[in-house]
């Protein structure tokens, strides 16, 4: 992950403990009121789930070409913005697996300023190859389960 928002990921290996991401907020983040711009969450969230599946399974390009072209897709997602987040802010990414079914996963993920609570989300995410719904790899749902799970 390249680009002026890399953060260092920190892969966990275990989905007991949650996966968290630094994330530093940039002035392109923000609209004309220094506030975090309510897109740029999105941005945040996605790549939380990116870095959990990265710390995980390795480049989602390594796992598309060797599970023949399996894809994710957000099929549902709710969020609660519930602060904001202003330029320069150092933001933490909490991403955990909540449920995994036949060919998708619900993730519960947060934004956090240390502590503090800011956005909180619910995201379905499908796994999909040529269009279609497919059921999530083994190997991978092993990886994915929650604890106790």
């Known amino acids: 992950m390249s680009g002026p928002n890399s953060s ?5 290996g275990d989905v007991a403990d949650p996966h968290r991401l630094a994330v ?3 002035y392109e983040d923000t609209d004309f009121s220094g506030f975090v ?3 740029s969450y999105l941005r ?3 790549r ?5 599946l990265r710390g995980l399974a390795g480049d989602q390009s390594d796992l598309h070409r060797e599970a023949r072209g399996l894809v ?3 099929r549902r997602m709710t969020l609660d913005f519930i602060r904001p987040a202003r330029m320069d802010d150092q933001l933490t990414i909490v991403t955990r ?3 995994l079914r036949g060919a998708s996963m619900q993730l519960a993920q947060e934004v956090r300023r240390g502590d503090e609570l800011l956005v909180a989300a619910e995201v379905t995410v499908a796994c999909v190859r040529d269009g279609r719904a497919i059921r999530l790899p ?6 994915l389960a929650p604890s106790g799970a």
């Open 8 to 12: 260092d990921a920190t892969p966990t």
């Open 24 to 26: 530093r907020v940039y």
């Open 37 to 39: 711009y309510h897109a």
């Open 44 to 46: 945040f969230l996605e």
């Open 48 to 52: 939380g789930r990116t870095e959990l």
């Open 72 to 74: 994710f897709v957000v």
């Open 97 to 99: 697996t909540q449920q």
């Open 138 to 143: 083994e190997a991978l749902r092993r990886l």
